[in-house]
């Protein structure tokens, strides 16, 4: 499979950042990619807060204009955007997955909130249920799954969809600067990898106030490729062979002894 990271520095213009995205759907399209993963709010966002005011209904102009792109340039969309929430005053992060053929196949909406290292995410915006299932994406033979930022620091999150059957798992994120937070990240994202003996495509946003810094580690915890803090498109290829073959050396997955559900809302730990 033929995945492309768009790595993009993101506004909270929204007419701009259409034209940012259909750079890099061109750019996908040119190197005949299946799959362009774009970051977390790649709709709108503001370093100092993202809320209501930046939200679009899914049959706004940013899922429309995905759709529209991916239909057009036949290939696989997943993005971070924002939709209203349930009052005035809160919004939801929320992940889309449009198909080929520009069919929305699915939505994420991110369950674990940012209300660590000083932010509130949860000011703002409103989780979204945890015993909503999985979002998983097929292309060709690999199936994506997919959660969102802050969702990473949870191994659970990627349990389940592993559990799914989610090969790849995509992280769009705005991965919030600050002391040790980049190593946290390249940390977290190896760890996900190792333990569920899966591929971890982890986008981030660049510019001020998040470390940019996309990943691609393989199943056996080795980064494939990581990029810098400015914005950035790559290209690479997936081999699904290769997964196989580490899950064969490393039935970690067979040997475990636990499974993952949903705590009740409100039960203490």
């Known amino acids: 499979m033929r995945v492309t990271v768009a790595q993009l ?3 909270d213009d929204a007419a701009a950042n259409r034209h940012v995205v259909r750079n ?4 996908a399209a040119s190197l005949r990619s299946q799959v362009l993963v774009l970051p977390e709010y790649s709709s709108a966002f503001d370093p100092d807060g993202v809320g209501p005011e930046h939200a679009e209904p899914l049959d706004g102009p940013f899922v429309t204009f995905l759709r529209e792109q991916a239909r057009a340039h036949g290939l696989a969309v997943v993005a971070g955007t924002l939709v209203p929430g349930s009052d005035a005053e809160h919004a939801v992060n929320t992940v889309v997955a449009v198909d080929a053929t520009g069919r ?8 674990h909130l940012y209300d660590a290292f000083g932010h509130r995410e949860s000011d703002r915006i409103e989780p979204g249920p945890a015993e909503a299932p999985p979002l998983v994406l097929d292309v060709g033979a690999v199936r994506l799954g997919v959660m969102t930022c802050y969702d990473l620091r949870f191994p659970e999150s990627a349990r389940r969809l592993v559990d799914a059957g989610a090969d790849v798992l995509v992280v769009p994120a705005a991965w919030a600067s600050g ?3 980049l190593e946290h990240w390249r940390t977290l994202a190896a760890a996900r990898a190792i333990e569920n003996t899966a591929v971890v495509l982890a986008v981030g946003q660049a510019g001020r106030g998040v470390v940019g810094h996309s990943l691609l580690v393989g199943p056996d915890g080795q980064v494939g490729l990581e990029l810098g803090d400015g914005p950035e498109v790559r290209t690479v290829d997936l081999d699904p062979s290769l997964l196989a073959g580490v899950r064969e050396r490393n039935p970690s997955l067979a040997n475990r002894r636990y499974a993952v559900v949903p705590r009740e809302p409100g039960l203490r730990t």
């Open 179 to 181: 002391p040790l937070k």
């Open 104 to 111: 929305l196949v699915g939505t994420y909406r991110k369950v």
């Open 9 to 11: 520095a993101v506004s």
């Open 24 to 27: 890099a759907v061109r750019a």
